[in-house]
């Protein structure tokens, strides 16, 4: 019997070996094999350039041959010019092993071989505008995970590709006219699509949890100008917006730690943003290094530029990325990024001890005759809303602390124009809400919400307390406060600020606090209890 099993070994070793460099066996048998994974293997890459001046010209290969990746390399701007990166693509259990297949991008002007010694089996292969691509016999490579599989476009000297198993290739492409501030770049994966699942938010084990509201981001595709900053940028010098923005949200995630990051709105700059997906990234790529999860909605500008990706599209985008609980939402209801997260409760509890609802406030009006400004949240939104959170109370009751409901949005309820309220927090601005009103608020109070918090206004970064027609207080309304240098700051030497809300799930309490870009670094700024013991607090006196 052993002698019989020794030669069954053996057999499947050397048919092994034989299927690797022949490809003996049926494709159907090839998934039991460790090396093999099914899917795309990219086999080569190209550029293809034209001229609106030629009408000859054009900027699509054949595609039976050739898939084209849609991104104008020069993002509209060429004038006349436009470019599309190529490329070609084979099934795996087609590709035979003296096949040639890549094994590394990089984009430069010289040879990457000159002056390397590499293997006898590779060489580098020249292709337009800078590309270089190191191919080998798929037999050589060294498993499926060393072979590239996917190339994307992405824009800007900061760009950056926070997927699982992609990396950036390279320097910029060696494109004629194309700006600095959005020069093109290659990212590549390889390997086979790396699966991640959808994080689930808990409380620490010492019954605390912390939540970053960023606000107003204002990304663009590329680094972005600054706009308003303080200190003022010296004359002749150059304020760049982006990594100005990232460095103070980055900063702030290792100081402060928090559990969940609520982007809410605006996180691009549409008008200076024609590449939605390179602004996305880099916001993305703070939270997925750290292994934060973040939740996302959207304000008015995210999709505001004519070549900007439709909110679907971002969301889609932002839905795959790891550690994103970002949700589209029901299809039925209006707007995209309708959706609320479970925050479950310490240990190994199933049961939830915070709901976050997110809830798209849209952009414009739609009916700027008789509503001048902004759009405001609809009937339908309100009445999934209600729904839900009369839903979620069923399920809620068997968790034995006080559960908590929280809210976040991008353009400001119509009650943030109350100025009679009690207040903590600046009032710099006038309050951009929608002049009608659908009576939201009356719905997060009637459905036990405590606090809600919006962006949009970014020099306003105050927190109201709203009441009830008896005076108990019924919901705090909290502006961030804009973080992003893209965007505007101004009224009278705004510093960019972030706005925390610290939960302590044992005394039902939520503290709220901000921390600024520039100034007072260390400090707390306007440091309130908002809930305590599960309802929401009167204003503290100083």
């Avoid at 002056?115 to 590309?131: L, Y």
């Avoid at 590329?222 to 923005?245: F, I, N, Q, S, V």
């Avoid at 409760?345 to 609802?357: D, E, I, N, P, W």
């Avoid at 409901?405 to 309220?421: A, C, G, T, V, W």
Wanted: proline share 5%; with cysteine; aromatic share 10%.
């Amino acid at each position: 019997m052993c002698q019989v099993a020794a030669f069954a070994f053996f057999s499947l070793v050397v048919v092994y070996f034989i299927d690797n460099r022949y490809r003996v066996l049926p494709s159907a048998l090839h998934n039991a094999f460790p090396a093999h994974h099914p899917g795309l293997i990219v086999t080569d890459i190209t550029i293809k350039s034209c001229s609106s001046l030629n009408i000859f010209s054009t900027c699509k290969l054949d595609a039976d041959i050739w898939h084209r990746i849609e991104k104008d390399l020069y993002l509209g701007s060429g004038w006349v010019n436009s470019a599309y990166v190529h490329v070609k693509r084979k099934k795996e259990e087609d590709i035979l092993p003296d096949d040639q297949v890549i094994l590394d991008v990089t984009v430069g002007r010289l040879d990457p071989a000159q002056g390397v010694k590499g293997e006898a089996n590779e060489k580098w292969e020249g292709r337009p505008n800078g590309i270089w691509l190191k191919q080998a016999a798929k037999r050589h490579a060294k498993g499926s995970n060393q072979i590239i599989t996917s190339v994307d476009v992405l824009f800007g000297a900061d760009a950056v590709d926070p997927r699982d198993g992609w990396q950036m290739a390279g320097t910029p492409l060696l494109l004629e006219n194309s700006g600095e501030g959005q020069e093109p770049r290659l990212s590549i994966r390889r390997g086979k699509k790396a699966p991640h699942s959808r994080p689930i938010p808990r409380v620490n084990e010492n019954g605390r949890f912390k939540i970053m509201q960023a606000a107003d981001l204002h990304l663009s595709t590329g680094t972005g100008l600054c706009r308003d900053e303080m200190p003022p940028t010296p004359k002749g010098e150059k304020c760049e917006a982006d990594p100005r923005t990232l460095e103070f949200v980055g900063r702030l995630l290792d100081q402060e730690k928090p559990d969940l990051v609520i982007l809410s709105g605006d996180q691009i700059n549409g008008d200076t943003a024609p590449d939605a997906q390179t602004a996305i990234f880099k916001y993305a790529e703070l939270f997925i290094a750290r292994k934060i999860p973040f939740a996302t909605i959207f304000g008015n500008h995210d999709d505001e530029g004519k070549s900007s990706l439709p909110r679907a599209g971002q969301m889609s985008l932002i839905e795959s990325l790891p550690y994103s609980l970002s949700v589209a939402g029901p299809e039925e209801i209006e707007g995209v990024g309708n959706y609320y997260v479970e925050v479950l409760a310490r240990g190994s509890s199933k049961h939830s001890a915070l709901t976050v609802y997110l809830l798209d406030t849209h952009a414009y009006s739609p009916d700027e005759h008789n509503f001048k400004g902004y759009d405001w949240i609809k009937k339908n939104q309100i009445e999934w809303f209600k729904n839900t959170a009369q839903g979620l109370k069923k399920e809620h009751a068997g968790y034995t602390g006080i559960h908590m409901d929280l809210s976040f949005i991008h353009i400001p309820l119509p009650e943030y124009r109350d100025d009679k309220l009690p207040k903590k927090g600046e009032w710099r601005e006038g309050v951009t809400a929608p002049v009608f009103n659908t009576g939201f608020r009356d719905a997060l109070v009637d459905e036990g919400v405590l606090m809600v918090s919006c962006g949009h206004d970014h020099a306003n970064e105050y927190c109201a307390l709203s009441s009830h027609d008896d005076g108990r207080p019924a919901l705090w309304m909290c502006y961030a406060g804009g973080a992003g240098f893209g965007g505007y700051g101004g009224y009278g030497g705004y510093h960019r600020r972030i706005r925390f809300f610290d939960i302590d799930v044992n005394e039902a309490r939520i503290t709220t606090y901000k921390r600024v870009e520039y100034g007072d670094l260390e400090k707390r700024i306007d440091e309130q209890i908002i809930v305590d013991g599960g309802r929401p607090a009167r204003l503290q006196e100083e």
